[in-house]
């Protein structure tokens, strides 16, 4: 999964779409449409994607993330989630 023209997110497809570790990767999900959502209200993901000809400081998702924090203001490194899910995000692999 790509944001912002950085991977935030690899795994098996399955992995991804069943178990998203990325909040972009959740939102994306939340997204789309179903059956259900025929003539109903979609989810959007709020805010603006970064200007891409200025230089991203920190996680690229953080002004559109509900979890975003502090830790947030540097670029995360991707983190296993699982042998075969990484993701890019300070929460990956830590305990709620």
């Not at 690899?10 to 069943?18: E, W």
């Not at 570790?21 to 994607?49: C, D, F, K, N, W």
């Not at 920190?58 to 983190?79: I, K, L, S, W």
């Amino acid at each position: 999964v790509l944001y912002a023209g950085r991977v935030v997110e690899v795994g098996r497809t399955p992995d991804v779409l069943n178990d998203p570790q990325h909040p972009y990767t959740e939102a994306l999900i939340r997204s789309t449409p179903t059956a259900e959502h025929v003539g109903g209200v979609l989810h959007t993901i709020a805010g603006s994607v970064p200007d891409g000809r200025s230089e991203i400081q920190g996680c690229a998702f953080a002004e559109r993330c509900d979890h975003a924090g502090e830790a947030c203001t540097v670029q995360p490194e991707m983190r296993a989630s699982d042998d075969d899910h990484f993701a890019a995000c300070v929460r990956v692999g830590v305990s709620s």
